[in-house]
């Protein structure tokens, strides 16, 4: 196992899939659920992110080759997301990027609410909130930089542990949400942006530096 590359992906991934982030919306959508109702919701939030995942993880690299983009390219891009993603958890502003647009939430509203109350397990739970812009940035970047079996254990390995993070929070997120307090939520996602936007700026340098190799 490279601990090295595990340390940096598991930084970068638990710090955009932060389940503590996900806690209070997950509350909040399912006010009116029963106990049992959450953890069914939970089970299919984890199934649908693990299939986005893993497809992210496999073809994402194709998918952007197929449009011409290099992934030093991508890595520039993808770190100014998350850094963008950085500073609004910094400061204490909503991650945009990781929730509908107003118009989607008017259409919603308009449409009478026509789907049934357990389709927000994927949308917008898993996608965006979950598996949005910055986390198929990272899994991108990451599972583009996996060489030898050493590191595509780690991958794998951290790809797992933050799901399962992920599952649990959201499984016991009613006994969670009453043990966290608002300060505590505040500190972790604090962090979590610092992190973050640590490892977003080594991202767009490191790419930057392959773009223009007389940055080196």
């Known amino acids: 196992m490279d601990m090295v590359f595990a340390t940096k992906f598991l930084g970068a991934l638990f710090a955009i899939m932060n389940p503590f982030m996900t806690l209070p919306i997950f509350l909040s959508m399912t006010t009116d659920k029963t106990v049992a109702e959450q953890h069914g919701m939970a089970l299919a939030i984890l199934l649908y992110t693990t299939v986005m995942c893993v497809v992210i993880s496999f073809a994402g690299g194709y998918i952007i080759s197929f449009f011409g983009v290099t992934i030093n390219a991508f890595r520039v891009a993808g770190g100014l997301v998350l850094l963008g993603i950085a500073f609004s958890m910094l400061n204490g502003s909503p991650v945009t990027s990781h929730e509908r647009g107003e118009h989607e939430k008017h259409a919603d509203a308009a449409a009478g609410g026509g789907e049934p109350d ?99």
């Open 118 to 216: 357990d389709s927000i397990t994927f949308y917008p739970m898993t996608f965006p909130m979950i598996v949005g812009p910055g986390t198929i940035a990272t899994l991108i970047i990451y599972s583009a930089q996996v060489r030898g079996a050493a590191q595509y254990v780690s991958f794998g390995i951290v790809l797992v542990a933050v799901l399962l993070s992920l599952f649990v929070v959201l499984y016991f997120a009613a006994s969670i949400g009453r043990l966290l307090s608002v300060k505590m939520r505040v500190v972790v996602t604090r962090l979590m942006g610092m992190i973050l936007a640590a490892i977003a700026v080594e991202m767009v340098f490191a790419g930057a530096k392959m773009l223009l190799p007389g940055l080196a």
